[in-house]
């Protein structure tokens, strides 16, 4: 017996009305980034590993999906390595390869490689799949789609203003109520250093990234576990619930709890201009300043921003940041960089939960022609011909099947108009065209078919 078909988990088919609506999605996306002067690329699914190691922290190099070395790859290991079974030393020669696990590292090796091609500030935008080695959950595939934007080669914190304005500017016309949460890295190295745990920054930061998913106290108690003490965990606290009933307020209290950390009071300033340059522009959706937004990936240096659908429990649906130093380790140093990243699925999800996807998006082939015969169908080829020359897309049933069959074929595949071009309507001059929802037929010719289809 043959084995039933299957597709890995975390994985997904996407049947011609999803690609509709991810297509919906991704020209959305495009038109706004497009609008803002940025310029798309592609890069490899797969990278060289020496690429991706090592850019993501420690938790990120874990769900890095590994690709096995062609032909004999077992010819570079020893039986001692095998047996030992050290991890790290056997990958490194089982594997040179590696699915990437964002855009944004393969974007900083394009810059690198493509140095001399680009003219600086370089903004390109990149929409392709990624994966990650993760557990799959709702709203979490190994699989899925990033729509990035970037810009390096300028340190002008007018790009985080365009930032936000791109991301409320796609949130408004998928028509998503979202929150915009923005915070600073430099900040968050401020609050470590006030509390006496500079050198524990990340540790610090992949924790409180981790609040909205396990609450307050898990993440103090992965804070002593990580060696943490209790009093700075008291003087942290108020960091995590700022007090403010506006960002303004919030960015006062935040200046007097940082004392006097150079870094964080230049996050601060940072912070502060961002929203200085926002507020006399109306923006759709709320900005909030989030301090226990952290974003776990560790080449973030400066702004981070993080999107949330406030009418649909799910996690973030877009984020990204500035990131000073991506380039250098690569050998191209003093080049700064801003992006943010849409999920595309997640955004799928949120609009599939609030019925959000217009009707025009799903829309497919509009007129079905049927086939009458074989002297019938030359003129049945014409009569679509004009068709799609008038910008209407229309299908030409292939056999000369019953008629039941062929109008089962326009329901089920949603077809709203079907034509009957038989030997009477050609004789006369006028097609019979039917609308499969009220089931109302007109005899019309070509021309107005094509007026009422249009309108």
């Not at 949120?350 to 497919?364: M, R, T």
Request: glycine share 8%; aromatic share 8%; proline share 2%.
């Amino acid at each position: 017996m043959a084995q039933k078909p299957s597709i890995p988990k975390g994985t997904r088919d996407f049947s011609p009305q999803q690609m509709a609506k991810r297509n919906y999605i991704f020209n959305t996306i495009k038109k706004v980034y497009e609008l803002f002067g940025y310029h798309q690329i592609e890069t490899p699914a797969m990278e060289n590993l020496s690429t991706l190691m090592g850019k993501y922290g420690d938790e990120g190099d874990k769900l890095l999906f590994k690709i096995l070395n062609s032909g004999d790859y077992l010819k570079k290991v020893t039986l001692d390595e095998i047996e030992k079974g050290v991890s790290g030393q056997l990958t490194n020669k089982l594997s040179e390869k590696g699915l990437r696990y964002d855009l944004t590292v393969p974007f900083a090796r394009y810059v690198v490689q493509h140095r001399n091609e680009i003219q600086f500030p370089f903004k390109r935008y990149q929409i392709q799949a990624v994966w990650r080695a993760d557990r799959p959950q709702k709203g979490r595939y190994r699989e899925f789609f990033q729509c990035d934007a970037d810009v390096v080669g300028s340190n002008s914190l007018l790009n985080e203003m365009e930032i936000v304005l791109m991301i409320d500017k796609v949130f408004k016309a998928l028509n998503i109520n979202v929150t915009i949460k923005i915070n600073n890295r430099k900040i968050l190295a401020g609050i470590a250093e006030t509390i006496g745990y500079a050198d524990k920054l990340i540790d610090i930061t992949v924790a409180m990234d981790k609040i909205d998913k396990i609450g307050t106290e898990a993440v103090y108690a992965e804070l002593r576990e990580k060696g943490i003490s209790d009093d700075a965990i008291n003087m942290l606290e108020p960091f995590m619930n700022l007090q403010g009933n506006t960002n303004n307020a919030k960015i006062n209290c935040l200046g007097q709890l940082i004392g006097d950390s150079a870094i964080g009071n230049k996050g601060i300033l940072e912070i502060e201009e961002v929203f200085n340059r926002l507020k006399n522009i109306d923006l759709h959706n709320e900005l909030e300043l989030d301090l226990t937004l952290a974003r776990g990936l560790s080449y973030y240096t400066g702004a981070i921003f993080e999107v949330v659908a406030n009418d649909v429990k799910m996690g973030s649906i877009c984020g990204g940041g500035r990131y000073d130093d991506l380039t250098g380790i690569f050998g191209l140093k003093d080049v700064s960089g801003v992006g943010i990243s849409f999920g595309a699925d997640r955004i799928y999800d949120v609009l599939n939960e609030l019925d959000g996807f217009p009707e025009s998006s799903i829309k497919g082939t509009q007129v079905l022609i049927l086939n009458f015969g074989e002297e019938e169908e030359v003129e049945a080829v014409k009569i679509v011909n004009i068709l799609r020359n008038n910008n209407i897309a229309s299908e030409l049933y292939p056999e000369n099947s019953k008629m039941k069959k062929q109008m089962n074929y326009a329901n089920n595949n949603n077809i709203p108009y079907v034509i009957l071009a038989g030997s009477k309507e050609l004789s006369s001059g006028l097609l019979t065209l039917k609308n499969m929802e009220s089931g109302e037929q007109k005899s019309l010719s070509i021309d107005a078919i094509i007026n009422e289809i249009g309108n």
